[in-house]
């Protein structure tokens, strides 16, 4: 067996392999890997000799993490718009006001590429210290075909120093310069934007809901991304329900997000079409909103997987363990539900079959935590103690970036 990197010595290795039990947990435990993939998992003393060694004595290890639900490209700030709505301000005020996604358009437009390029890097760097080794990044704050191709190749894997997957949501508002003409607006998003954008991306995402896309605009856009390779996925059943998972399921979306609002008939689609549920309780929190239905989703065998939905203005969370734990707090997932949606179904959810766990085959992202001070070194520790799971040390295989 070639091995190029031996980490052994791992107090308790969470390889989340679907080929194992619950969690697939092994204790003292060792990973051998070479040419960014795992070629070994088992006992410590069993690990095969190879000169490149990592000691991870009393370290948790998990499967890089993955947040597959992020605006993480953007300029400007909402901070003012966080004191009103404290200050009791509701959505339509702060509309007014010249706030909401438009006022991040704006000074997204504004920005050069290379500055969105480098806030991008400084945030999805910081999530790499937490564990993070993928985030899917979505443009939607461009709404111009320009600016939403700047978006995209703001957001190129390429030299990032982890997996970048990309989604293209020029269909996140309607720009103020299309209020009056909003078929025009979808016309220039299916004739314009898609086919300059779409070299650039890997997913077409719509926000259908109230006050944004309807259901029949919204198909038309997906399906436009679909015919050009694109895979389908969809911000849907938030504010209203509208209809939207259950046609895009339909349509074969590899994920649906949001779903607060989701019904039977959506649920059932999803589960006939093996399309994850992306969950978002950042979003809930900071809208004050009520959880997606989950002992439905989990009933039906919806995979349930968690982001942070990372964005300046309704879910400003920069953190996936702090999204997997409040989605034990809010949305009563279970701690091992938590962990299964910050790896193995978010990569599902990005269509990332290698990512996600540890075992043969897979990709080589390893993320290694300390325990909180005093705690054993599981991951209930980690999921119970908020803010205390910067990663020790993480091992990026560049296999899909
Ligand atoms: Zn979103």
Redo the contacts with the bound molecule.
């Keep these: 067996m070639k091995v190029s990197t031996v980490v052994h010595s791992i107090r308790r290795l969470y390889t989340i392999d679907p080929k194992r039990e619950g969690l697939g947990v092994i204790a003292d435990a060792a990973v051998a890997i070479s040419d960014g993939k795992v070629q070994w998992v088992g006992p410590s003393d069993q690990a095969p000799d190879c000169p490149q060694r990592i000691d991870a004595t009393g370290l948790v290890c998990l499967p890089g993490l993955i947040d597959p639900?992020t605006?993480a490209v953007w300029a400007g700030s909402r901070a003012d718009e966080f004191a009103a709505r404290l200050a009791g301000a509701n959505y339509a005020d702060i509309l007014e006001a010249g706030g909401g996604i438009l006022s991040t358009v704006k000074a997204t437009r504004l920005a050069t590429q290379s500055i969105l390029r480098s806030h991008l890097t400084a945030r999805l760097h910081h999530m790499r210290t937490r564990g993070v080794a993928t985030v899917e990044v979505?443009s939607g704050y461009g709404l111009s075909p320009a600016t939403e191709l700047a978006m995209l190749k703001a957001a190129d894997p390429k030299g990032m120093g982890m997996g970048v997957v990309r989604t293209f949501l020029g269909a996140h508002t309607i720009p103020k310069e299309f209020r009056h003409k909003r078929g025009a607006y979808v016309d220039q998003i299916i004739d314009e934007q898609l086919p300059l954008c779409a070299p650039h991306a890997d997913f077409v995402d719509v926000y259908c809901d109230r006050g944004a896309f309807d259901l029949d605009e919204s198909i038309a856009i997906l399906s436009a991304g679909k015919a050009l390779g694109l895979r389908v996925r969809a911000?849907a059943e938030q504010i209203s329900h509208t209809g939207i998972a259950e046609a895009a399921a339909k349509l074969g979306a590899t994920a649906l997000?949001h779903l607060e609002r989701i019904d039977d008939a959506g649920i059932a689609a999803m589960a006939k079409a093996g399309t994850v549920a992306v969950l978002?309780p950042g979003a809930q929190l900071y809208l004050r909103d009520t959880p997606p239905p989950v002992a439905a989703l989990r009933e039906a065998g919806v995979p349930m997987a968690i982001g942070t939905?990372l964005?300046p203005g309704s879910s400003p969370v920069h953190d996936l363990w702090t999204a997997a734990t409040l989605a034990c707090l809010t949305q009563g997932l279970t701690m091992d539900e938590a962990i299964l949606g910050i790896t193995r179904h978010a990569a599902t959810a990005l269509g990332l079959p290698n990512a996600g766990w540890i075992g043969v085959g897979s990709v080589a992202d390893l993320a290694l935590f300390a325990p909180p001070p005093g705690e054993p070194a599981t991951t209930e520790s980690l999921l119970q103690h908020m803010g205390r799971q910067g990663a020790q040390t993480m091992l990026i295989s560049g296999a899909h970036t």
């Design positions: 639900h605006h979505k911000h997000d978002l939905d964005n």
